[in-house]
């Protein structure tokens, strides 16, 4: 089993910053990417930013330049800096963790509310 527990998310007004993590533990083995999705209501989950175990990431083309992802793969954590937040990032936001050798299995963390006001 693995367990993923997220912590930042808050009210903040436009134009401020957040800062998300994601501590990934248990039974972890060849990660393949951590990253961060988020999802509004009667949406579907859209991804925000991903990273390799080696460093190479990928964003979501509408936080490009505001976010940034970043890990520490000794204690199996991912970040997620939010700057020049906007209302329209207003979601929960999710951990994800892909990790196998043959094939990929898929974790979630149970979300956590950034809400950006106006």
């Known amino acids: 089993q693995v367990q993923l527990v997220e912590s930042g998310g808050g009210l903040v007004q436009a134009g401020g910053s957040l800062r998300l993590s994601c501590a990934a533990s248990?039974?972890?083995?060849?990660?393949?990417?951590m990253g961060w999705y988020r999802q509004t209501p009667g949406k579907q989950r859209e991804l925000v930013a991903v990273?390799?175990?080696?460093?190479?990431?990928n964003y979501a083309d509408s936080v490009k330049g505001r976010f940034t992802i970043s890990r520490d793969n000794a204690k199996n954590t991912v970040y997620l800096q939010m700057s020049s937040l906007r209302p329209e990032d207003t979601a929960v936001y999710y951990c994800?963790?892909?990790?196998?050798?043959?094939?990929?299995?898929?974790?979630w963390g149970q979300g956590t509310q950034v809400t950006v006001s106006s």
């Open positions: 990273i390799t175990t080696a460093g190479q990431t």
């Open positions: 248990g039974s972890i083995f060849s990660i393949k990417f």
């Open positions: 994800n963790l892909v990790m196998g050798i043959v094939g990929s299995i898929n974790y």
